[in-house]
């Protein structure tokens, strides 16, 4: 190897083994507010440590690390500015990773410094560092339980269309499995004025439903159910949308998922399976990198489009159509078999 190719290699892998300080550092500002102060133009440092009621060199600091990275402009005098990157970094944005940084820089950075425990004993770190599972966990701490569900709504609005164009004419209930505060379920049904929705998930999750459904418009179409999926899923739906569900859980308990399904719909009705599909092989940084996360977290995976179809064929379903959709997420069609 030449050594202008060593020095690029050297510097690239010194990067990717340092990455977490960069995300550390979006946290630390999402978490003290920064982006948002910073909607109507750049400020001062110094104002805003004042502001915020921290140590000015140290926030200068931060910053200026994160103007290296791209998020924040500076200039010579100290003021501090958004780039269109750092916009979303901002609570109130469409797209916003504002929720997804908190997320990533708190329960999930606390529990990838266990990921070698996990490669050791095939445990899940998040299991092993907070002592109970990742679900339990939000429905014990309501605080994280919101941060959760928002960056969730907030990535699945980012991500077009919600069903990649499925056609649902001839259907008439959509049952969203898993579906958080409805985010998925009011944008089908805005789309869909003769159709009307069950919300099922946990009473935690659904929590901040009825009033987004009703800022939505869709709140009298929707009957909203709690319970656990793993125990069974409501009937009287011919479409059973699940939603970036699957991928949480190993093959054992995706499959108990699947046939609760399989048990609530009907012979003529219809499962959509909303998630990654990797490729065979070499597979994009961005799609391996949230396997590990579903690893790290859950114990969960995502799945190539061979173990999807082996998955729900175990499961009394036939895999009839891939959809690949605006985002990374694919839309799998499945039929009671």
């Given at each position: 190897m030449a050594e202008e190719d060593r020095g690029k290699s050297f510097e690239a892998l010194l990067s990717l083994l340092g990455g977490y300080r960069l995300s550390q550092a979006a946290y630390v500002v999402v978490?003290?507010?920064?982006?948002?102060?910073?909607?109507?133009?750049?400020?001062?440092?110094?104002?805003?440590?004042?502001?915020?009621?921290?140590?000015?060199?140290?926030?200068?600091?931060?910053?200026r690390a994160l103007a290296s990275a791209g998020l924040f402009t500076l200039d010579a005098r100290g003021r501090v500015g958004l780039t269109a990157t750092g916009?979303?970094?901002?609570?109130?944005?469409?797209?916003?990773?504002a929720a997804f940084a908190?997320?990533?820089?708190e329960e999930g950075y606390r529990a990838f410094a266990e990921l070698l425990h996990t490669v050791r004993t095939g445990e899940t770190a998040f299991d092993h560092v907070f002592g109970m599972g990742h679900f339990d966990y939000l429905g014990a701490h309501p605080e994280a339980s919101r941060v959760f569900h928002r960056a969730m709504s907030s990535s699945l609005g980012s991500a077009g269309d919600p069903l990649h164009g499925f056609d649902l004419a001839g259907h008439r209930v959509v049952v969203d499995v898993g579906g958080g505060r409805g985010t998925l379920l009011a944008g089908v049904l805005?789309?869909?004025?003769?159709?009307?929705?069950?919300?099922?998930?946990?009473?935690?999750?659904?929590a901040g439903a009825p009033p987004f459904l009703a800022a939505a418009g869709v709140r009298d179409r929707v009957e909203i159910r709690t319970?656990?999926?793993?125990?069974?899923?409501?009937?009287?739906?011919?479409?059973?949308?699940?939603?970036?569900?699957?991928?949480?859980?190993?093959?054992?308990?995706?499959?108990?998922?699947?046939?609760?399904?399989?048990?609530?719909?009907?012979?003529?009705?219809?499962?959509?399976?909303?998630?990654?599909?990797?490729?065979?092989?070499?597979?994009?940084?961005?799609?391996?990198?949230?396997?590990?996360?579903?690893?790290?977290?859950?114990?969960?995976?995502?799945?190539?489009?061979?173990?999807?179809?082996?998955?729900?064929?175990?499961?009394?379903?036939?895999?009839?159509?891939?959809?690949?959709?605006?985002?990374?997420?694919?839309?799998?069609?499945?039929?009671?078999?």
């Open positions: 978490r003290l507010g920064v982006a948002d102060r910073l909607a109507d133009g750049p400020k001062e440092a110094v104002a805003l440590a004042r502001e915020l009621e921290v140590d000015p060199d140290r926030l200068f600091r931060v910053l916009e979303l970094l901002r609570s109130d944005v469409p797209g916003s990773l908190l997320l990533q820089g805005g789309a869909h004025p003769h159709l009307r929705g069950i919300l099922f998930d946990l009473p935690s999750a659904v319970g656990s999926a793993f125990d069974q899923v409501p009937p009287g739906g011919d479409v059973y949308v699940l939603s970036r569900v699957l991928h949480d859980w190993p093959d054992a308990k995706a499959e108990l998922l699947l046939r609760n399904c399989r048990k609530a719909v009907g012979e003529d009705g219809v499962v959509l399976v909303r998630e990654i599909v990797l490729p065979e092989g070499t597979v994009p940084l961005p799609q391996v990198q949230r396997d590990l996360m579903m690893m790290v977290m859950n114990g969960g995976r995502e799945r190539t489009e061979r173990e999807w179809r082996e998955l729900l064929g175990r499961c009394g379903f036939a895999l009839v159509g891939v959809r690949a959709g605006q985002g990374p997420d694919h839309l799998l069609v499945a039929e009671p078999c």
